[in-house]
T-cell receptor, first 114, second 112 residues
Framework: EPEVTQTPSHQVTQMGQEVILRCVPI?????FYWYRQILGQKVEFLVS????????KSEIFDDQFSVERPDGSNFTLKIRSTKLEDSAMYFC????????????FGDGTRLSIL | GEDVEQSLFLSVREGDSSVINCTYT??????LYWYKQEPGAGLQLLTY?????DMKQDQRLTVLLNKKDKHLSLRIADTQTGDSAIYFC????????????FGQGTILTVHP
């Protein structure tokens, strides 16, 4: 069964450094998403992306965050200047459509900011 | 705004049925989903229901939706030790581009 793959599985970064999290969505999917889960808290929506532009973003997704689909297969989340509070599990998801086309998630990248 | 709540823990014996409950606040929810997370893994889609349905059955899984009370449940029949995991309820609303709002997850522990 096709899968969403995320790399790396664990990223350790110094505070203030830039980090790029990578995702390969399922190949025929058109909608792409990033979520995060801070330890002990709910999974939170960050951003959705369709047709090479952001469809919707949450309040968390401020100017420090950006997303890109640099080629036909990858979908990346960049955090420009990381803070301690960015430490979390980041999940990428993709779907064929919205509504009755459910989102399929990757295994996540654990980001640890020191 | 949207809010989704779940109870945190459920413990059952192997072979019994498990019922995991979820409540949501947004009456414009269109789809409601159940995801399963095993240790070290991502969120695996289990099943989902459209808001104009009352029930959906898929093998050992039964989803019940009470739209009036904004209550969703997931019943797992003949629960096995391999069902031990965290179960997340999530909703999407018609006005958003697929954004999911998650509950905090219910930790299901199945005892032999």
């Amino acid at each position: 069964e096709p899968e969403v793959t995320q790399t790396p599985s664990h990223q350790v970064t110094q505070m203030g450094q830039e980090v790029i999290l990578r995702c390969v969505p399922i190949s025929n999917h058109l909608y792409f998403y990033w979520y995060r889960q801070i330890l002990g808290q709910k999974v939170e929506f960050l951003v959705s992306f369709y047709n090479n532009e952001i469809s919707e973003k949450s309040e968390i997704f401020d100017d420090q965050f950006s997303v890109e689909r640099p080629d036909g297969s990858n979908f990346t989340l960049k955090i420009r200047s990381t803070k301690l509070e960015d430490s979390a599990m980041y999940f990428c998801a993709s779907s064929e459509g919205i509504g009755n086309q459910p989102q399929h998630f990757g295994d996540g990248t654990r980001l640890s900011i020191l | 705004g949207e809010d989704v709540e779940q109870s945190l823990f459920l413990s059952v014996r192997e072979g019994d049925s498990s019922v995991i409950n979820c409540t949501y606040t947004d009456s414009s929810s269109t789809y409601l989903y159940w995801y399963k997370q095993e240790p070290g893994a991502g969120l695996q889609l289990l099943t989902y229901i459209f808001s104009n349905m009352d029930m959906k059955q898929d093998q050992r899984l039964t989803v019940l939706l009470n739209k009036k009370d904004k209550h969703l449940s997931l019943r797992i029949a003949d629960t096995q030790t391999g069902d031990s995991a965290i179960y997340f309820c999530a909703e999407s609303v018609g006005t958003s581009y697929g954004k999911l709002t998650f509950g905090q997850g219910t930790i299901l522990t199945v005892h032999p």
